[in-house]
């Protein structure tokens, strides 16, 4: 049962030093001090944290002799050095665990950071509500831009306690094991461990070890460690580097031992609810980059994919949101990739279901040649849940200008009447909105189709974001667009621009304000639009010294 909680107090609590850090670390040495620095900031010597367990995996990069050199000046940090590299995270973790003292432990990765007070919030937290687990939020911090996206955000809005996972089924969905605080007790009666070796996506193994256990756990609303992405990186994490086939199989693998461990623990619902999470997350997520990979891996992802999902109950997919039910069928009807455009645009967030739409017997399906492939829900979802197609395209001869078309989706819009769309702007590395601008729709027939669809035109002030995102940024600052339909019923839905056509193009323009815009319209992974906006003489030398350099 969940159990909603007030807000906890100020630092009242002032415990004994009773937490261990585990950082784990392979080849990291530009980035581990400062993970080992944030850890050892948890509390004064004494306070809250007995002590850091860094485990260098057989780095050969200078990882080792950094960790060595921070331990000399902090008695606090302990480095274990391993002779051989483990190939994964489940084998250092381990090996940190087994060492540490402290009544609690906590697990960093090298790359990453834990926010001041994080350990300090989580025990305050075990201790208050005798609870061998406390879960807090994460947030994933894009690099360089420092843009932070919420992980998993409806699990921590507020405090709360979960007496057994078994009746709070959602806490699956949180397949991360640094944000959180484990009591050591716990882990040793249960005998919980990481996956040996090279094992990869080794936190799903232990997260549903834990949870099948059935503690009581407690969650928080504070931000308890700062997961860095750095996607230009040489050397990617292993939550990025998804190229190769082989990290979509090693990913069914994980998911598919914690269903289950799930099932010989006889906790159902937490199995069924694994299921339903990598429906809804995890197949999204590839399906959205398919269309980027090469026809070898699409080839072979698709037998896996399709190999995998035969195991699934229907109580399984129907319990997944639309679009992600939509995607498995498709996956199960066909035996070979197809469609990976429509596939692509309805995986993303939001999503997006691209024409035609097709009829079998009067029930929405997804092709005329996949008529077991059924739409179900598109006639009772709300308005604002409905995957609705916007198509944007930039005016290839008139700068800023954006002709937009909405597309009906088996009626449901041409019977709520739209009327009129919002066209916003936010910056992408903080979120901050921009200007807002409004254009009436027209009906007009659809392109090469039966289809409604309405059309408008908007003028885009592109001075206006540059402005805004700071007159001396010389580097092209990412604007992401979104739109506010509003009919006449009284509905409304909000969606993201596909981008189409041949106006997307780096073009540099005048400006009476800033002399020179440079402007670049693309469609991100997901195939919406968005805006890179710069200014000025130095910025088109930069980029073009970029390019003369490539």
């Known amino acids: 049962m969940k159990e909603a909680l007030?807000?906890?107090?100020?630092?009242?609590?002032?415990?004994?030093?009773?937490?261990?850090?585990?950082?784990?670390?392979?080849?990291?040495?530009?980035?581990?001090?400062?993970?080992?620095?944030?850890?050892?900031?948890?509390?004064?010597?004494?306070?809250?944290?007995?002590?850091?367990?860094?485990?260098?995996?057989?780095?050969?990069?200078?990882?080792?002799?950094?960790?060595?050199?921070?331990?000399?000046?902090?008695?606090?940090?302990?480095?274990?050095?391993?002779?051989?590299?483990?190939?994964?995270?489940?084998?250092?973790?381990?090996?940190?665990?087994?060492?540490?003292?402290?009544?609690?432990?906590?697990?960093?990765?090298?790359?990453?950071?834990?926010?001041?007070?994080?350990?300090?919030?989580?025990?305050?937290?075990?201790?208050?509500?005798?609870?061998?687990?406390?879960?807090?939020?994460?947030?994933?911090?894009?690099?360089?831009?420092?843009?932070?996206?919420?992980?998993?955000?409806?699990?921590?809005?507020?405090?709360?306690?979960?007496?057994?996972?078994?009746?709070?089924?959602?806490?699956?969905?949180?397949?991360?094991?640094?944000?959180?605080?484990?009591?050591?007790?716990?882990?040793?009666?249960?005998?919980?461990?990481?996956?040996?070796?090279?094992?990869?996506?080794?936190?799903?193994?232990?997260?549903?070890?834990?949870?099948?256990?059935?503690?009581?756990?407690?969650?928080?609303?504070?931000?308890?460690?700062?997961?860095?992405?750095?996607?230009?990186?040489?050397?990617?994490?292993?939550?990025?580097?998804?190229?190769?086939?082989?990290?979509?199989?090693?990913?069914?693998?994980?998911?598919?031992?914690?269903?289950?461990?799930?099932?010989?623990?006889?906790?159902?619902?937490?199995?069924?609810?694994?299921?339903?999470?990598?429906?809804?997350?995890?197949?999204?997520?590839?399906?959205?980059?398919?269309?980027?990979?090469?026809?070898?891996?699409?080839?072979?992802?698709?037998?896996l994919t399709r190999d995998y999902l035969a195991g699934f109950d229907e109580a399984d997919l129907r319990a997944a949101r639309a679009p992600a039910r939509w995607l498995a069928r498709v996956v199960l009807a066909s035996p070979a990739p197809r469609d990976l455009g429509r596939l692509t645009q309805l995986a993303a967030r939001p999503g997006r279901l691209l024409p035609p739409y097709a009829e079998a017997g009067g029930r929405a399906v997804w092709s005329q040649d996949l008529p077991e492939v059924e739409l179900d829900a598109i006639g009772t979802k709300p308005m604002h849940r409905l995957p609705v197609t916007i198509d944007a395209e930039p005016a290839p001869s008139r700068p800023g200008v954006l002709r937009l078309r909405v597309h009906d989706l088996y009626g449901r819009l041409a019977a709520a009447g739209p009327e009129s769309i919002d066209i916003e702007l936010r910056r992408r590395r903080d979120d901050r909105r921009g200007p807002v601008h409004t254009a009436a729709l027209t009906p007009a027939p659809a392109a090469g189709g039966s289809e409604a669809c309405w059309t408008a035109e908007v003028v885009l002030d592109l001075g206006a974001l540059v402005e805004r995102g700071g007159r001396h940024r010389a580097d092209p600052e990412p604007w992401d667009l979104m739109a506010q339909v509003s009919c006449a019923d009284g509905a409304g839905f909000r969606a993201a621009l596909r981008a189409i056509g041949p106006g997307l193009r780096r073009r540099v323009l005048p400006s009476r304000r800033h002399l020179l815009l440079l402007v670049q319209p693309y469609a991100t992974t997901g195939g919406a639009l968005s805006l890179r906006v710069a200014s000025g003489l130095r910025s088109v030398w930069r980029i073009g010294a970029r390019r003369l350099r490539r």
């Not at 201790?127 to 687990?133: I, R, S």
């Open 6 to 303: 007030e807000p906890l107090p100020g630092p009242t609590i002032t415990p004994s030093a009773q937490v261990s850090i585990v950082v784990i670390a392979f080849n990291d040495a530009g980035h581990v001090g400062d993970a080992v620095r944030s850890a050892l900031a948890q509390g004064a010597p004494g306070e809250t944290v007995t002590e850091v367990i860094a485990v260098n995996d057989a780095s050969t990069d200078g990882t080792g002799a950094a960790l060595d050199a921070l331990a000399h000046t902090e008695p606090r940090l302990r480095v274990i050095h391993r002779d051989t590299n483990s190939g994964g995270c489940g084998t250092p973790r381990n090996e940190g665990l087994r060492a540490a003292t402290g009544r609690f432990v906590m697990f960093l990765d090298s790359d990453d950071v834990l926010p001041p007070g994080a350990a300090r919030a989580l025990l305050a937290a075990a201790l208050e509500h005798d609870a061998p687990v406390v879960a807090g939020a994460c947030v994933r911090r894009e690099l360089p831009a420092h843009r932070d996206v919420p992980w998993q955000p409806g699990l921590y809005r507020e405090p709360a306690v979960h007496d057994s996972p078994g009746a709070s089924p959602q806490l699956v969905r949180d397949t991360l094991c640094v944000n959180k605080l484990y009591e050591r007790a716990f882990l040793d009666k249960h005998a919980i461990t990481f996956p040996e070796g090279r094992f990869t996506y080794e936190d799903f193994v232990f997260t549903a070890r834990v949870l099948a256990a059935a503690p009581r756990i407690a969650t928080i609303p504070d931000d308890v460690y700062v997961w860095h992405v750095r996607r230009s990186a040489a050397r990617q994490s292993i939550s990025l580097d998804r190229k190769d086939v082989a990290n979509w199989q090693a990913r069914i693998a994980a998911h598919r031992a914690s269903v289950q461990i799930f099932q010989e623990a006889g906790h159902k619902a937490l199995a069924h609810a694994a299921s339903t999470k990598f429906l809804d997350h995890d197949l999204r997520m590839y399906v959205r980059e398919l269309h980027t990979r090469g026809a070898d891996y699409r080839g072979e992802w698709w037998r």
